[in-house]
C-alpha cells in the first residue's frame, strides 16, 4: 500500500538553527500537508499546499516556516531560526481530494524535531 | 471551534472485550475520519464516514454517526492487546481544506 515517508525520524537541533524536514507524499496526491503534535497534545494543522502553492496555513505558520516542492516527488518544511517551543513531532499528510470532499489525508510516521 | 472532543480520554479493558470512544464536534460536516496513533508514531487512518452515512464497518471497526447530535463512535469488538492506542476524530474545517483533530481517547488493552 502506497504511503508518506518522512525524514529524518528524529533531529536534534541547537535554537537558531535552521532545519528542513522531508516527507514523500503519495505519488498520485494532489495536496499536501504539515501538521505537528507537541508532546501530549492535540494534533495540529500548519499548512496545506496544492498546485504549487500554499492554499491554507494556519497562525502557527509563521514568517519563521515555509515550504517547498522542489522537484514533483519531495515536500518539504523549513523553520528558519528554531525556538524551543518548536519542539513537536511533526507529521506530512497528503490526499488526491480536499478532506472536504470526503478525501482521506495520509499521514506519515512523523519526524521527532527536539530543539534544544 | 470546530474541533472534535473524544470521550473518554482514557480507556483501559480486558483482552477481548469491546471498547467504545465517542468523539462529538460542533460545525455542520461532510465526513468524519478516525485515525489511531501507537505512542510516538504516525497516524494511521482508520475509516471515513460520510455524512449521509449513519453507520460503517471495517473490520471489528464500527463507526456511527450522528449528524443531528453532532457525534460520532468508534467501536472496536474483541480488542487485542495490539489495539492499544490514541484514538482520534478528525473533521474538516468549514470552507477549508485541513482536519481539526480531537484529543483522543487513549487505549489500553490488557493481555
Known amino acids: 500500500e502506497p504511503e508518506v515517508t518522512q525524514t529524518p525520524s528524529h533531529q536534534v537541533t541547537q535554537m537558531g538553527q535552521e532545519v528542513i524536514l522531508r516527507c514523500v507524499p503519495i505519488?498520485?496526491?494532489?495536496?499536501f500537508y504539515w501538521y505537528r503534535q507537541i508532546l501530549g497534545q492535540k494534533v495540529e494543522f500548519l499548512v496545506s499546499f496544492y498546485n504549487n502553492e500554499i492554499s491554507e496555513k494556519s497562525e502557527i505558520f509563521d514568517d519563521q516556516f515555509s515550504v517547498e516542492r522542489p522537484d514533483g516527488s519531495n515536500f518539504t518544511l523549513k523553520i528558519r531560526s528554531t525556538k524551543l517551543e518548536d519542539s513537536a513531532m511533526y507529521f506530512c499528510?497528503?490526499?488526491?481530494?480536499?478532506?472536504?470532499?470526503?478525501?482521506?489525508?495520509?499521514f506519515g510516521e512523523g519526524s521527532w524535531l527536539t530543539v534544544v | 471551534s470546530q474541533q472534535g472532543e473524544e470521550d473518554p480520554q482514557a480507556l483501559s479493558i480486558q483482552e477481548g472485550e469491546n471498547a467504545t470512544m465517542n468523539c462529538s464536534y460542533k460545525?455542520?460536516?461532510?465526513?468524519l475520519q478516525w485515525y489511531r496513533q501507537n505512542s510516538g508514531r504516525g497516524l494511521v487512518h482508520l475509516i471515513l464516514i460520510r455524512s449521509n452515512e449513519r453507520e460503517k464497518h471495517s473490520g471489528r471497526l464500527r463507526v456511527t454517526l450522528d449528524t443531528s447530535k453532532k457525534s460520532s463512535s468508534l467501536l472496536i469488538t474483541a480488542s487485542r492487546a495490539a489495539d492499544t492506542a490514541s484514538y482520534f476524530c478528525?473533521?474538516?474545517?468549514?470552507?477549508?481544506?485541513?482536519?481539526?483533530f480531537g484529543t483522543g481517547t487513549r487505549l489500553t488493552v490488557i493481555p
Open positions: 460545525t455542520s460536516i461532510n465526513n
Open positions: 505519488s498520485n496526491h494532489l495536496y
Open positions: 499528510a497528503s490526499s488526491f481530494g480536499q478532506s472536504n470532499s470526503g478525501n482521506t489525508i495520509y
Open positions: 478528525a473533521t474538516p474545517r468549514t470552507g477549508a481544506n485541513n482536519l481539526f
